[in-house]
């Protein structure tokens, strides 16, 4: 049954076509004619080389070629996702966009295969590698954590977990610092309210914020300049006590003073 594709999916695989054209190579040399017996393997085992080599375009070029003239080889699905290697070794933001589309079509293709894994993780990989800085659009960043969080609920006992656990809180972590200098751009111009709630956000979306620090001091001093001490203490008391040797923590002190007497 064909799946309908969304307009997003859709120009993603457009453009990967197009670049496809544009980035092709020549044809794979040294290759035995097609239909000759052994050839298929000749094509993996070359191609295998040749990117073990980081020779990425001449070595997709040998599995491209097994893909599209062998389409019974044990080879074939190996060979559709070394491609998908290949265009992420280049690790361009173009080529990264084929890889992106090699992985989601081995995954359709042979979603029960052994390294269906691995093709998901690398396509977090790829995602993740798309990702803007915190104060530009953050779409990358929301389809990386799209991916990662279906390998989390597929493969949850993968090998490639550890990995898949750093990429997902590298990309949280981008998310969360998107919506945070959001709200610090409301707090430095004086909009209390918005910036209360972009910290507020962060905090309750992402617990595991890395750096949740700096969230704990601009709520605390936020409530302070909105002339509300006593809902700034509590953010002050969990900043010195999750962390101690945060940099806030002088200046958390020194507000904290202002608003409580001395004994």
């Keep these: 049954?064909?799946?309908?594709?969304?307009?997003?999916?859709?120009?993603?695989?457009?453009?990967?076509?197009?670049?496809?054209?544009?980035?092709g190579g020549c044809a794979a040399k040294k290759a035995p004619p097609t239909g000759q017996a052994g050839a298929d393997k000749f094509l993996y085992?070359?191609?295998?080389?040749?990117?073990?080599?980081?020779?990425?375009?001449?070595g997709r070029e040998y599995f491209r070629r097994l893909v599209d003239s062998y389409p019974q080889s044990p080879y074939r699905a190996g060979a559709k996702l070394a491609i998908a290697e290949s265009y992420l070794?280049?690790?361009?933001?173009?080529?990264?966009?084929?890889?992106?589309n090699e992985y989601h079509e081995f995954l359709t293709?042979?979603?029960?295969?052994?390294?269906?894994?691995?093709?998901?993780?690398?396509?977090?990989?790829?995602?993740?590698?798309?990702?803007?800085?915190p104060e530009r659009d953050q779409t990358n960043t929301i389809e990386a954590l799209d991916e990662l969080?279906?390998?989390?609920?597929?493969y949850p006992n993968s090998e490639y977990r550890p990995e898949v656990d750093k990429l997902y809180r590298q990309a949280r972590d981008r998310l969360s610092e998107s919506e945070f200098r959001v709200g610090l751009l409301y707090y430095r111009a004086k909009w209390i309210p918005g910036a209360l709630s972009r910290f507020g956000t962060v905090l309750k979306d992402d617990p595991g914020y890395s750096k949740k620090?700096?969230?704990?001091?601009?709520?605390?001093?936020?409530?302070?300049?909105?002339?509300?001490?006593?809902?700034?203490?509590?953010?002050?008391?969990?900043?010195?006590?999750?962390?101690?040797?945060?940099?806030?923590?002088?200046?958390?002190?020194?507000?904290?003073?202002?608003?409580?007497?001395?004994?």
């Design 213 to 263: 620090d700096e969230i704990y001091f601009y709520m605390g001093e936020a409530f302070m300049r909105a002339g509300a001490g006593p809902q700034a203490l509590p953010y002050f008391d969990r900043l010195l006590a999750e962390f101690p040797d945060s940099k806030y923590v002088k200046k958390a002190r020194r507000l904290m003073a202002l608003m409580k007497p001395p004994k």
């Design 109 to 133: 293709y042979y979603p029960t295969n052994p390294r269906a894994d691995y093709a998901q993780y690398r396509l977090g990989l790829a995602e993740t590698r798309q990702m803007l800085h």
């Design 149 to 154: 969080q279906k390998f989390l609920n597929t």
């Design 45 to 58: 085992d070359e191609g295998t080389r040749l990117l073990g080599k980081k020779n990425w375009v001449t």
């Design 89 to 100: 070794g280049e690790n361009r933001v173009e080529t990264r966009i084929l890889a992106i």
């Design 1 to 23: 049954m064909l799946v309908p594709m969304t307009f997003r999916s859709t120009t993603r695989v457009v453009a990967a076509l197009l670049l496809a054209a544009a980035l």
